[in-house]
């Protein structure tokens, strides 16, 4: 049992480049999301989806594409990166209401 | 929209003191509770969490938590402290219709 992975671990973008964050979940879970983690900010929610098919916006959405094709997956897009989108994303996954399970994180650094 | 706050940003601690950590949410309905637990470079992790039934709850590692909802408080204690517990934490709340909300965290320094 797996639970949620979460790929790559590091990523160093150019500005303007895109690039995809891959989550995938072995649990089953209705519910993904992704969070961004800056110094003092806490985790702010950027896109989150509660099945198949249906996305909705997180707190910070803008620069950020997501989809949801099947429930295992749920990968987060950068559009055209920016210096700001430097920092650390968790992908999180969970039943409805229920304690989320988080990816080991992601370390984007945007030059 | 809902909220939640962590008062304290920067806690630190000698070993065997207590600790207390406050967290207040701001959704007046029914509401789930966590505390979760960050060491340096590693992801989330749950200590304890609050659905329904009894206000105080144990989590692992020695933690646990007091349900107030008159004052819409979920703070999280310790009795004794190690150097272990060196780390972040952090308090969120899930309500229906909307997703897990985070609050800003707090880091715990425990000096041994």
């Known amino acids: 049992n797996a639970g949620v992975t979460q790929t790559p671990k590091f990523q160093v973008l150019k500005t303007g480049q895109s690039m995809t964050l891959q989550c995938a979940q072995d649990m089953n879970h209705e519910y993904m999301s992704w969070y961004r983690q800056d110094p003092g900010m806490g985790l702010r929610l950027i896109h989150y989806s509660v099945g198949a098919g249906i996305t909705d916006q997180g707190e910070v959405p803008n620069g950020y594409n997501v989809s949801r094709s099947t429930t295992e997956d749920f990968p987060l897009r950068l559009l055209s990166a920016a210096p700001s989108q430097t920092s650390v994303y968790f992908c999180?996954?969970?039943?409805?209401?229920?304690?989320?399970?988080f990816g080991q994180g992601t370390r984007l650094t945007v030059v | 929209a809902q909220s939640v706050s962590q008062h304290n940003h920067h806690v630190i601690l000698s070993e065997a003191a207590s600790l207390e950590l406050g967290c207040n949410y701001s959704?007046?309905?029914?509401?789930?509770l966590f505390w979760y637990v960050q060491y340096p470079g590693q992801h989330l992790q749950l200590l304890l969490k609050?659905?329904?039934?009894?206000?105080l709850v144990k989590g692992i590692k020695g933690f646990e938590a007091e349900f107030i909802k008159s004052k819409f408080s979920f703070n999280l204690r310790k009795p004794s402290v190690q150097w272990s517990d060196t780390a972040e934490y952090f308090c969120?709340?899930?309500?229906?219709?909307?997703?897990?909300?985070f609050g800003g965290g707090t880091r715990l320094m425990v000096k041994p």
């Open positions: 999180a996954s969970s039943y409805y209401g229920g304690e989320a399970f």
């Open positions: 959704y007046g309905g029914t509401v789930n």
């Open positions: 969120a709340a899930y309500n229906a219709g909307n997703m897990l909300t």
């Open positions: 609050y659905f329904s039934g009894d206000p």
